[in-house]
């Protein structure tokens, strides 16, 4: 298989091209314009339809549409863009698309920054739009990663019959590393659930929109709760170092797990005992990575570039609160790893409070 | 043996395509690397970097927290990442652009080559990226000089700016040969 260095934007959209996108719909906005920018001439070349917007909510709306009509479609944004689709992707749950979304997270409130961040935990996987709903969300750390996500991501929501996040970061979608292509997907569009031209007399239209308008509620909803649970049972993904015989775990996603990775290998090379788990779902939460921890660790500790330290509350959870937990929550930037190491010593050694949720 | 490189200079000096060129080498070389770009919004004259990391094992961190080689290819790149390089570490300065009394730390070696003008006198001054490179192959035991010039031609290739090769191997070799 081919070999290419590229950026991981750009591995996002062409794994989601080879995967068999073929509608993308978005409206550019750093750090994620290479996401479109790939698809407006790669979608050309393989016979698909690129659309820029006249705005995130028509862009979000397009996939809706085109989606239910059996092709599989994406969109992409960041930051406010991506605040911007969640309505049209509630409307996907309730209709039960299986379309696919990524978003590249820059830091900040509102407008933010260009650069890369992590604060964006709790609208990705805490809802985002309204109503009782998660979406099956995939945290990529690394550029292969980007690509693999985004050409399995079709798969995993037609499954479901659920839309997926990949929820990316400014670093991941920036940085470049080798890349592995694999083979080009075929889809065909022509699926039992889309919705079809129906000749007049022959049968009823199909209609796809918010499914409890059609449909007794309570059957419904029982339908779809025992999905969720199914999905928050099956889906569980992560990726766990050293965690045996640690001290201390870190807990950490996306470019922040890289960091803190490395910080594990500088560690145990000087006999601090550092573990890792990453997530490789955001939601589910990988909440049976937790289960192994061992009972002589003396704390957890999440990695995030945010304030609030915005997944800790997540750790909790997995835990019990049976272990101490921190968030090392360094804002724009992810603690540099003698920054990290320095910590979980602090940690070690019961020299600081533990973090409170928010 | 992770090797972290930063190629640092103002946008518009070409360091990010010399980091871009590095890596291309190392991944034909059967290397492990990534690249992490940082850039203000200007196309020239901002502060421009990349993070280069190369190893023999996969990389984690694509940060490069404590670089082995700094290129700086203007005085801030100096003035911003010296103070967190290893010990023993190595700078290759393009002393055209950074004053030759600059004051460097006395456990870095530092490899001062007035790439620029160098350039300007071969004709290309946007070749001085090309001319520093040539000097960091020299002095650093990341990459040969064979392997470099072969694979920095078939980077360029890739991009449709092979026809440029001829000049940039003297370029390089200009770089190289200096000290």
Redesign the interface.
């Known amino acids: 298989m081919e ?1 290419k ?1 590229i950026k991981g934007n750009e591995a996002l959209a062409e794994g989601a091209v080879r995967g068999g996108c073929r509608f993308y719909a978005g409206y550019p906005i750093t750090p994620q314009s290479e996401i479109l920018e790939w698809m407006s001439w790669r979608q050309k070349e393989v016979g698909g339809v690129f659309v820029q917007g006249e705005s995130e909510i028509a862009s979000v709306n397009m996939v809706f549409a085109a989606r239910a009509l059996g092709a599989r479609a994406m969109t992409s944004s960041s930051g406010p863009g991506f605040s911007l689709k969640q309505e049209g992707i509630a409307y996907w749950v309730s209709a039960g698309v299986p379309a696919v979304v990524a978003c590249v997270q820059r830091f900040g409130i509102g407008d933010g920054y260009i650069s890369a961040g992590q604060d964006n935990y709790w609208q990705a996987v805490k809802g985002g739009g309204n109503g009782d709903y998660h979406l099956i969300t995939l945290a990529p750390n690394s550029v292969q990663e980007c690509l693999d996500m985004a050409y399995e991501s079709f798969e995993l929501a037609e499954k479901w019959m659920h839309p997926v996040l990949i929820l990316s970061d400014g ?1 991941i979608g ?5 890349c592995t292509m694999p083979v080009m997907k075929e889809y065909d569009m022509d699926q039992p659930w889309a919705a079809k031209g129906t000749a007049i007399g022959e049968g009823e239209n199909k209609v796809i929109t918010d499914i409890t308008y059609f449909q007794d509620i309570d059957e419904w909803n029982a339908g779809y709760i025992e999905k969720m649970r199914k999905i928050q049972k099956d889906e569980q993904r992560w990726e766990e170092f050293n965690i045996d015989d640690a001290d201390v775990i870190l807990v950490a996603y996306g ?1 922040s797990s ?2 803190a ?2 910080s594990v ?1 500088i560690a145990r090379k000087k006999g601090i005992k550092l573990g890792l788990i990453r997530p490789i779902t955001l939601w589910p939460y990988p909440r049976k990575a937790f289960e192994k921890i061992n009972k002589n660790c003396k704390g957890i500790v999440t990695l995030e570039m945010n304030m609030m330290g915005q997944m800790l509350e997540d750790v909790k959870i997995a835990v019990s609160c049976k272990f101490p937990c921190y968030a090392l929550a360094t804002a724009q930037k ?1 603690a ?3 920054e990290v190491i320095a910590f979980c010593q602090k940690v070690m050694d019961g020299k600081v409070k533990e973090t409170e949720v928010f | 043996m992770l090797n972290e490189i930063v190629c640092a200079g103002l946008g518009g000096q070409g360091v990010l395509t010399a980091g871009k060129i590095m890596m291309h080498v190392a991944l034909e070389k059967g290397l492990h690397t990534t690249w992490f770009p940082s850039y203000g919004n200007e196309m020239r004259g901002g502060a421009a970097n990349c993070n280069v990391m190369i190893s023999d094992n996969k990389v984690a961190s694509p940060y490069a927290d404590h670089p082995d080689v700094l290129f700086a290819m203007a005085e801030r790149a100096v003035d911003t990442y010296m103070k967190t390089m290893k010990k023993g570490s190595i700078i290759i300065a393009n002393s055209t652009i950074i004053p030759k009394d600059k004051e460097y730390r006395d456990d870095i070696t530092v490899i001062k080559v007035p790439a620029t003008e160098l350039a300007q006198k071969f004709g290309n001054e946007r070749s001085a990226n090309i001319v520093l490179l040539g000097a960091m192959v020299k002095h650093t035991c990341i990459f040969s000089k064979e392997d470099f010039e072969k694979y920095m031609c078939s980077y360029f290739e890739s991009q449709g700016k092979g026809k440029r090769n001829e000049q940039n191997i003297k370029a390089f070799e200009i770089g190289y040969n200096y000290i």
Do not use: G, L
Not at chain 1, 174 to 178: K, N
């Open positions: 070999t260095i670093t920036q940085m470049m590393e080798p470019i890289r960091v990775q490395r290998e992810v540099p790893t003698d």
